[in-house]
């Protein structure tokens, strides 16, 4: 059975900073991985979408990473801003049989200002 | 495209009655999921459709619980009768399942309290 979980499970940075968000996976053998940010009281919003045969994926200050051998997916974030205060999930689509996503529990940031 | 649209965006009703929620998909999306968040178990997967047929509805907690999509453009999770515990925010979500990605698009969610 797939199990997905994202530590920690809340992070404070100060803003500017560099930050890596993880997500580790039981099973090797997905289809591929999606990133969310959910804001408070608001629904997820689709921020990365890495294919299995990929490493990684960038979009803007973003750039997510897939290691499927070890089980893992880092999002990384660069120079955090304010705005960059969320929940962020992962979650994982199995290779075949089901178009459902597992999803994890997520990490709830702060940048401060 | 206005995204996925759910209605109503919050509800609020008495123990014991009726709760039906509504969800238009992306058009052109062929899949459509129903999840329900909650703090204590986080995001659960209910019930999803592909081809406006249930294909998995092991995630519906109890036969109080039952969801239908008529048709590719509208689907609806009714709860009756609705209890306290059943308070949560429901989110539907969409996506393409015959192209390469898979990729989920969600709504709003609709925001359940049932006194």
């Known amino acids: 059975k797939q199990e997905v979980t994202q530590i920690p499970a809340a992070l404070s940075v100060p803003e500017g900073e560099n930050l890596v968000l993880n997500c580790s996976f039981t099973?090797?053998?997905?289809?591929?991985l999606q990133w969310f940010r959910q804001d408070p009281g608001k629904g997820l919003t689709s921020l990365l979408l890495?294919?299995?045969?990929?490493r990684e994926q960038t979009s803007g200050r973003l750039n997510a990473s897939l290691d499927k051998s070890s089980g893992r997916s880092t999002l990384y974030i660069a120079a955090s801003q304010p705005g960059d205060s969320a929940t962020y999930l992962c979650?994982?689509?199995?290779?075949?049989?089901?178009?459902?996503?597992?999803f994890g529990t997520g990490t709830r940031l702060k940048v401060l200002a | 495209d206005a995204g996925v649209i759910q209605s109503p965006r919050h509800e609020v009703t008495e123990m014991g009655q009726e709760v039906t929620l509504r969800c238009k998909p992306i058009?052109?999306?062929?899949?459509l999921f129903w999840y329900r968040q909650t703090m204590m178990r986080g995001l659960e997967l209910l019930i999803y459709?592909?081809?406006?047929?249930?294909?998995?509805d092991s995630g519906m907690p109890e036969d109080r619980f039952s969801a239908k999509m008529p048709n590719a453009s509208f689907s609806t999770l009714k709860i009756q009768p609705s209890e306290p515990r059943d308070s949560a925010v429901y989110f539907c979500?969409?996506?393409?399942?015959?192209?390469?990605?898979?990729?989920?698009?969600f709504g709003p969610g609709t925001r359940l309290t049932v006194t």
């Open positions: 890495i294919q299995s045969s990929q």
């Open positions: 979650a994982i689509k199995r290779t075949s049989g089901t178009y459902k996503y597992i």
């Open positions: 099973d090797s053998a997905i289809y591929n």
């Open positions: 058009s052109g999306h062929n899949s």
């Open positions: 459709f592909n081809n406006n047929v249930p294909i998995d």
């Open positions: 979500a969409s996506s393409f399942t015959s192209g390469a990605s898979y990729e989920q698009y």
